[in-house]
């Protein structure tokens, strides 16, 4: 699409490339005159495991279905197909991953087009001299900036706004593959390349990030944006799905501190005043929304290795043993240390965490409900280790410690237990933590992401 | 009086990043909205009561265009660190469910 177009409609797929969505919905929704279609790629949310270790969160054969299509749609309408986070965490292995899937796709329907990657794994040699410039800040919740953690990280990405999708669009790329990216870059990058002012692009962005969920009923499946100087008109793809005015509305309460104000690279995005239209019984249109922009930082996020984990899964429909379940597993944790320290695990060697579903499973101490006694309780029982023998060794000491203890007034003398698998005990291999989350200033929007070009 | 669980359309929770818990309880109507907000009940004070944070803590915000209120809170544990229990921090919101809001007229779902 040329520059200065006063309008920009975009697509979006679904929440995260590998959610999958129905193929009839981007079919139609390309029937819209879209400029270009995209998918966020991933996200925090899933929790540390993906940045530290470099898997990905979807399958390859749940983001190579979504590829496909996208990448056939892409090609079929002669627009740019961008990726944000690719492989659900953005580092290099994730990007790679996805790279790898997208040229296999295209050599198979004999595609051929320019595919621009951007790195967003950060060196941490370069991130300590900005440490020591004075430009980290910290985040609300998140650790005070600290070179340690920057050295002990398996692996550090800054977030990327839509500067770098913008250049690698402007060099001539095709499909964009972003490593770590601001949710709704690339559809603001989209958006003011078309010339749109920074607020409604954004605000574009933000709507498109998670697919159809500003629509009702909620479902994986694709949206459209149209972006115009003064607002945007959001319309879902299927038929059988509508955006009102509220759903539109709350999605700005989605996985925000603020529904109002959101702190993006380059600028604050406020919806305060915004206006919600409903402009037929599928199609809202939303204006209103400002930018302020401030001083350029990118958001920094780490993962460290915590340790080894093993866990096993089991259950007691005791009445005698759940009216005294905290003894009793404050027995289990005595005899546990005691058999450790025989196998030359120190009790200052190993955490071991035992999950009480039916109790406070899902709270944990911020459970309110104190008193419950259900008439079965599900245990999951966890021990994390420096290493995974470790690990391995006091979860099965832990398992049968689970299995025999006696308890005042026992009568279930064969075991306390059931357990629903042979073998009981799972080895799950490396546990990360998130071990940087802040902000760094930057001169440079592109500085921190290299872009590669290449020819497919 | 009407325990939220009873009258509102929405009630949920999310992390906002893997530090921080937000919680959104939505309404209906702009009557019923402003009928919860005129209790004064729905506030930082009963967040952090209930989720047993500093109120300097909550970043609560009514926000009357999503008929909603949303309180942010830190993470008691960040999400997937150890002892962790909620990696999505989508179950943290019973405890909303049966705070009694004081309306004596509850606003029909009419809008």
Redesign the interface.
Known sequence: MSHGTALCRMLSTSGILGYGFPEASLDLGMTRGVHMLGVDGGS??????YLGSGKTLNSHRAMRRDLRLMLRAARRHGVPMVIGTCGGAGGTPHLAATADIVRALAAEDGFHFRMATIEAEQDPASLKRAHADGRMAR????PAPDPAALDRSARVVAMMGPEPIAAALDGGAEVVLAGRSSDPAPWAAMAMRAGLPPAPAWYAGKMLECGATPAVPKGHDCLVVEVGPDGVTLEPAAPERRCTP?SV??H?????????IHIEPGGILD?TD?R?DAISDRAVRVSGMTWNPQPYTVKLEGAEL??YRAISVCGTRDPLLIATLDDFLARVRDAVATKAAALGVEPDGY?L?I?RYGVD??????E?RRDARPHEVGFVIEV?APDQDSADAVLALARVTMLHTDFPGRLCREGNMAFPYSPSDVACGP????SV?QTMTVDDPLAPFPIHFEDV | MAAIRDIAKVCKSKNAGPFELTIDVVFETRAQYDAVAATGVLGPELIARLYKVAPSDVLFTPYPAGLAFKATIPRAIPAGDLGDTDVYGCQQHAPLLDVDIPVNQWPTGEP
Not at chain 1, 431 to 434: A, E, G
Request: charged residues 10%; proline residues 14%; aromatic residues 10%.
């Open positions: 925090t949310d899933p929790g540390p495991h985040l609300p919740g998140g509220s509305a709350n700005s309460l989605h996985e925000n501190p603020s529904p109002c919806t915004c919600f915590a340790g955490r965490i999950r499973g899902v709270m944990g101490a911020s309110p994390v546990v990360y933590r998130f989350f």
